[in-house]
């Protein structure tokens, strides 16, 4: 099961970060958002760095929506979604390392990068830190809930619109408590964390079994 | 193993195609599915591979052990399942990993096909008849005793065609079974043939 696991990891980190893959689309979409803010905000220095960490969480959001409608569609169409019925492995085991690939490769280069893209939205440095650490453990179940939707757009031509009308909303929980654990003013009070980390380990079960249930009933 | 079909019936878009559909496989056997263009020969075999639900009649193995039979078959269909970006031995590795019961490594199954130095090159860079080599090498990267082959000679020169042929003899020889969809015929000797679609 674990060579399975670990199988499927390494392929789709490979396609992502080969030419043609989705790997780095996220993070200079992140980037765009971030740096484009400010413009648009105007020379408020107090105001940027209060809503920063909201703007870096948007941001997050739609990055994460980036090359979703590709996670089981491009699998869907080529038939290796086929080969992976045939495994022995269950199609749980195949959408949890999807969707963990898909993490490496869009999730934690965001969240590393995160205090980097915090200094143009002139975060403090404590917010820097908060900042960095609710993407880190906010970004999977953001991957988690996209899957869902993933799968049941997989046979669908062009399904990138009705995923994120399927999707979006489910994120707001986690962006409601992402943004409230980047908070430097709740610094000391970690509920906001403790809820994120709930939701991602919580939306990693129910989308193992959900987007599963959807690929099997998925297969023509 | 042995595998039985008993009247399959499946309706696919709101038109029938297959009707009564009953044949049976022993260990050894190969068995040729032809018929027009849309007599459900791809059907057939998706229904066979628990891809596609029929609406009556049923697919039964014995002999399996304690793998199902999806996890007892190996399908290499129109869409071969490899990936452009990765290597031919990757997309092997891959799916010996997949598939579980590794059998030859890449490189040994991508010279058995006739594709020797192969290993290294991403598959998009392969030909269309490349391509299918490295499809029907994972065949021999896991052991699985059924084999489904969607038009298996598509894009094939004859050579490669008489490869396919030696290496499905010598499957056959081991004990295994062979169900292909296929217009021309197979380059074996003692097949049958399942005709669908006839009036």
Known sequence: MMRVFAALVRRDLAIAVRVGGAGGLGLVFFLMVVT??????????????????????????LATLIGLDRLFQADEEDGSLDLMRLSPAPLELVVLAKCVAHWLA??????????????????????????????????????????????????????????????????????????????????????????LLALTLASGAVAAIGAAAALRGGGQ | MQLEADR??????????LTDVSFALGPGEALAVTGRNGAGKSTLIGIVAGLIRADAGSVRATGTGERTLPESLHLVAHRDALKASLTAAENLAFAAALLGSAALAPDDALRRVGLPGAGALPVGYLSAGQRRRVALAR?????????????????????????????????????????????????????????????
């Open chain 1, 106 to 195: 869009t999730g934690l280069p965001l969240a590393l990068a995160s205090p980097l893209f915090g200094l143009l939205v002139a975060l403090e440095p404590a917010a820097l830190g908060r900042t960095a650490l609710s993407l880190l453990i906010g970004t999977p179940a953001l991957a988690f809930t996209g899957a869902v939707g993933a799968a049941l757009a997989a046979s669908i031509r062009r399904g990138g619109l009705l995923i994120a009308i399927l999707v979006v909303p489910l994120m707001v929980p986690v962006l409601i408590f992402g943004v409230a654990a980047a908070d430097p003013a709740n610094a000391g009070r970690d509920q906001a964390l403790t809820i």
């Open chain 2, 139 to 199: 065949l021999l990267v896991a052991r699985r005793p059924l084999w489904l082959l969607d038009e298996p000679m598509t894009a094939l020169d004859a050579a490669a065609q008489d490869l396919l042929g030696g290496i499905m003899a010598e499957h056959l020889a081991g004990g295994g079974l062979i169900l292909a969809a296929t217009h021309a015929p197979l380059p074996l000797d003692g097949t049958r043939e399942l005709r669908l679609g006839a009036p």
């Open chain 1, 36 to 61: 484009l803010i400010p413009f648009a905000l105007g020379p408020d220095l107090n105001l940027l760095s209060r809503i920063g960490p909201a703007v870096l969480w948007i941001a997050g959001v």
């Open chain 2, 8 to 17: 399959l019936t499946c309706h696919r878009a709101g038109r029938r195609v």
